[in-house]
């Protein structure tokens, strides 16, 4: 494979990767994976992050670098400018290859390489606003950015063609085919390509959003031409256009986010389910549009987009043994993990014997400082005024997102 051109000085390895492997041991990619490393050449040659040694990608980093005469010798300086083994997971093997290249993170990454890879010569850390010059014009500049998403993270900056390199921050999830970079996208296969930006941001980078706004500030005054991560597009006509992306999801943490509801259920004999379609026709004579999603049947990688991006929430789940539906449980809890505040939410559902599933629920989103539409639960299977009910629990959900 041939490496894309960015600039006579800049180009990009990148690597499509299929599999049915959940990304971070979670996240479903059934469109594929990017990853994005970088040549950076002067009179000396850097890498800017590396691959995992999976799926046959670091054969093609180094058949990349063949095709430009180089080899693993001939990297003078590895720049990680974050340590997650998705792009650290061959560096050993790059050591053993290259024991002579320089590897540059900062102070906090540089103890990641010590502790992940047992490598401690030949190791540089770098302060926020530091430079490394390769001769030719191409001088690197470093900007911490902790915690996006880890705390040794930064990102690298090449002035002379106005290009950042982010790593993880304004990355997507999707394979690109053999293209790179968005001019070579249509208006609506970006517009799709969008959807794997928001997944990947809701499931990689969601807990994160006040750093997101705080780095955006930070680079505000670079004149970006091109931004560069390390998974999914490289973006050298309308950068800012996924800097915007990035901004408006990093609101959704502190609401309002869009004028839509996410509707998360599960039933375990229908009668949830009754209850539901009469919230679902309260919902839909305020003309308010929403998604659905079943639990355990629908990946929680979608469930949390989408739970995300909406400014509303209709949980609805019967009791099970005492306690909420577990299928249910477990998505509450990964909407605390990842910080899903702010919601208008509405919560129903049927018991038998027993309730108990509004007691876990009400301490489940105990601090996500949600709004809760009054809930309402069932015996069995509901009743013409339980429906009636449930219709106008709907109705009041969708006015109070309107509004």
Not at 197 to 206: F, G, P
Request: charged share 20%; proline share 5%.
């Amino acid at each position: 494979m041939n490496p894309f051109a960015i600039s006579d000085a800049l180009s990009c390895i990148s690597v499509d990767v299929h599999t049915t492997e959940l990304f971070e041991g979670i996240w479903p990619t059934p469109e594929g994976v990017t990853l994005n490393t970088y040549l950076v050449k002067g009179k000396k040659n850097a890498l800017i992050d590396l691959v995992q040694d999976r799926h046959k990608a670091s054969d093609q980093v180094q058949t990349a670098l063949q095709t430009q005469g180089l080899d693993l010798k001939a990297v003078d300086y590895l720049i990680l400018n974050h340590l997650e083994p998705d792009h650290t997971g061959w560096l050993k093997q790059f050591r053993e290859k290259n024991p002579q290249a320089e590897i540059i993170a900062t102070p906090k990454g540089i103890n990641l390489v010590k502790s992940f890879y047992n490598i401690n010569e030949n190791l540089r850390a770098v302060k926020d606003g530091e430079t490394l010059d390769l001769g030719n014009g191409t001088v690197l500049t470093f900007f911490e950015t902790p915690n996006l998403h880890w705390p040794e993270t930064m990102v690298t900056w090449e002035g002379a063609s106005g290009t950042l390199f982010s790593c993880d921050a304004f990355g997507s999830f999707g394979a690109l085919g053999g293209r790179l970079f968005d001019d070579e996208f249509s208006p609506p296969e970006l517009q799709a390509f969008e959807k794997n930006t928001l997944r990947y941001y809701a499931n990689i980078v969601a807990s994160f959003s006040p750093f997101v706004e705080k780095a955006i500030q930070k680079l505000a005054g670079l004149n970006i031409a091109c931004i560069a991560p390390s998974h999914g597009l490289v973006w050298r006509k309308n950068p800012s256009a996924v800097i915007q992306q990035y901004q408006r999801y990093a609101s959704y943490s502190k609401g309002p986010a869009e004028q839509e509801i996410a509707v998360i259920w599960g039933s375990m004999y229908g009668n949830t389910k009754q209850g539901l379609e009469a919230v679902l026709e309260g919902i839909e004579s305020e003309g308010l549009p929403y998604s659905l999603h079943r639990v355990p049947d629908d990946n929680i990688s979608y469930i949390l987009a989408a739970a995300f991006k909406s400014a509303g929430l209709v949980i609805a789940a019967p009791t099970y043994e005492y306690a909420l539906f577990p299928p249910m449980a477990y998505v509450l809890d990964i909407f605390r993990r990842k910080h899903i505040h702010r919601k208008t939410a509405l919560r129903i559902g049927s018991w038998g014997w027993s309730g108990g599933a509004q007691k876990e629920y009400d301490a489940s989103i105990a601090g996500l400082s949600w709004t809760s539409i009054e809930p309402f639960e069932w015996v069995g299977v509901p009743s013409p005024q339980d429906l009636e009910i449930l219709k106008n629990r709907g109705r009041a959900l969708a006015q109070s997102i309107k509004t």
